[in-house]
């Protein structure tokens, strides 16, 4: 009797475990739905966050290309074309300056959540992420559009100081030329050769001031020109 009490009570456990094995491949799956449904719902919440955040600053992004629209054409082809005007360079470089600061903060943001992030969470974030590069793509042409137009403006008064400064030196070279010219052709002057002498070392020394001035603004400029990015 006893035996058979055991044999029964074996047989029913072994029941049991073989039904808690079968419930427990039921659950098993049952629990990833509702982890990945879990999982879902937070990225869904972490990226409508993000997005919140993101969307104003894309509005920004748009709005600093509209300003910097004649920067852009103006940079189009850097050999014409004429500039903007300093009020347009001024409106364009504060656009871009708002919307980078707005879009600076977001990425912070999602970097900050990246490095915590898993599963679907992560991916999720991570197309996000690649909106935000997409917007800071397109500032970065916006700046080096803005800084090309700087240059060229700078470049284009650079050249006018030295162009001025070498007109100078041509204009004095012809003066001298014109004062030394019986000089070179082997013309003795005998009237008033003083005033002749006089004159030639005041022609001189007018080409050499001139000269002198044009190696200055040219040592001077040279270092900004080697500066120069675009």
């Known amino acids: 009797q006893s035996e058979t009490v055991k044999e029964r009570a074996g047989a029913e456990l072994n029941s049991c475990r073989s039904k808690l094995r079968d419930a427990n491949q039921k659950l098993t799956p049952m629990l990833n739905v509702r982890q990945e449904f879990q999982q879902r719902c937070i990225a869904r919440r972490v990226v409508a966050e993000v997005v919140e955040r993101l969307e104003p600053a894309e509005v920004d992004v748009d709005r600093a290309v509209e300003v910097s629209e004649p920067l852009l054409l103006a940079t189009g ?6 500039l903007p005007s300093k009020a347009i360079l001024k409106q364009a470089e504060t656009a871009i300056n708002v919307a980078s600061d707005k879009l600076q903060a977001v990425v912070s943001m999602i970097d900050a959540k990246l490095k915590s992030a898993a599963g679907v969470v992560k991916t999720e974030l991570e197309k996000v992420e ?5 917007s800071e793509k397109r500032l970065a042409e916006l700046r080096f559009a803005h800084r090309q137009v700087h240059e060229k403006e700078a470049s284009s008064s650079l050249l006018n100081d030295v162009q001025e400064k070498m007109a100078a030196v041509t204009e004095s070279l012809k003066h001298l030329e014109q ?4 000089y070179l052709m082997g013309v003795e002057q005998t009237d008033d050769a003083d005033k002749a002498i006089s004159d030639g070392d005041e022609a001189m020394k007018a080409a050499n001031k001139a000269t002198s001035a044009a190696r200055i603004v040219i040592s001077m400029r040279l270092p900004e020109a080697k500066r120069f990015t675009a």
């Open 179 to 182: 004062v030394l010219a019986p």
């Open 77 to 82: 082809g850097m050999s014409g074309g004429s």
């Open 130 to 134: 690649a909106r935000a590069r997409s």
